[in-house]
């Protein structure tokens, strides 16, 4: 069965750190793209940070640039996503998800993904 399971959410104060995790099971990463998704309470969900399967391109959104940090492991089949200096609107759902393209281009948009994570909660706050 093809999975894709976050963890590592959870309550950060302002200017705090965390460490996501996407863990594939039923297929191995290397042959595809991965991105991290976020959807805020009453907002659409966004992009926020992707990786090429190859070659170590990588997107990351205004937003979040200088902050997070996308990289992958595929020994372990695991893309991280590491979020410093969180700020109070990083508060959303984060949602990995992955796009077959093995030729190590990058297409960070939701509708070119092929599996989807059920997501993690990170909640900024003092």
């Known amino acids: 069965q093809v999975q894709l399971v976050e963890s590592g959410g959870g309550l950060v104060p302002p200017g705090g750190s965390l460490r996501l995790s996407c863990a594939a099971s039923?297929?191995?990463?290397?042959?595809?793209?991965i991105g991290w998704f976020r959807q805020a309470p009453g907002k659409e969900r966004e992009a926020v940070s992707c990786?090429?399967?190859?070659?170590?391109?990588?997107y990351h959104a205004d937003s979040v640039k200088g902050r997070f940090t996308i990289s992958r492991d595929n020994a372990k089949n695991t893309v991280y996503l590491q979020m410093n200096s969180l700020k109070p609107e990083d508060t959303a759902v984060y949602y990995c998800?992955?796009?077959?393209?093995?030729?190590?281009?990058?297409?960070?948009?939701?509708?070119?993904?092929?599996?989807w994570g059920k997501g993690t909660l990170v909640t900024v706050s003092s």
């Open positions: 998800a992955a796009d077959y393209r093995p030729w190590g281009n990058l297409l960070c948009r939701q509708d070119a993904m092929d599996y």
């Open positions: 039923g297929f191995t990463l290397d042959s595809y793209a």
């Open positions: 990786i090429s399967s190859r070659h170590g391109a990588t």
